[in-house]
């Protein structure tokens, strides 16, 4: 005996369904990675050293974020500089703003030290990735 007409139309109706919520769940995630960032093929870290501009830029005590370049720089004394990657350690995205000391995510709302790399909250788990930088005839390299 055949199932009925309207047992198989659902059948057919809820495999339907599950395919649409699968893809709707890879969209989902395509949005949280990297590429979606436009972090794509570029690496966290300068594959070369990069020159960011005036070292008298970041004042002593504060910081500056380098969106371009995808990096962010302290200066916590006199002569002394810090740089990490801009880039969220939990998806990829590059922070977008600094707000007393805190680089902010703007794709999922994680924050950082930017004088030290430390999440502050996530969901990202991980510290952002240090890069050496130094000040070279007034100007701030890094890589």
């Known amino acids: 005996m055949s199932a009925s007409p309207s047992a198989a139309r659902r059948t057919v109706l809820k495999g339907a369904a599950a395919l649409t919520g699968a893809a709707g769940a890879g969209l989902t995630l395509?949005?949280?990675s990297t590429a979606a960032s436009g972090a794509a093929g570029s690496p966290a870290v300068p594959g070369e050293p990069v020159e960011l501009g005036a070292a008298a830029d970041v004042p002593v005590g504060g910081s500056k974020l380098y969106r371009e370049q995808k990096?962010?720089?302290?200066?916590?004394?006199?002569?002394?500089y810090k740089a990490f990657t801009a880039q969220?350690?939990?998806a990829g995205c590059i922070l977008d703003k600094i707000v007393e000391g805190q680089g902010s995510c703007p794709c999922h709302?994680?924050?950082?030290?930017?004088?030290?790399?430390?999440?502050?909250r996530?969901?990202?788990?991980d510290p952002l990735t240090p890069v050496p930088v130094k000040a070279e005839g007034g100007k701030l390299?890094?890589?």
């Open 71 to 80: 990096l962010v720089v302290s200066c916590p004394a006199e002569g002394q």
């Open 122 to 125: 996530g969901p990202a788990a």
């Open 88 to 90: 969220c350690t939990h």
């Open 109 to 120: 709302g994680s924050r950082f030290d930017v004088a030290t790399g430390k999440v502050l």
């Open 30 to 32: 395509a949005a949280c």
């Open 141 to 143: 390299i890094a890589g």
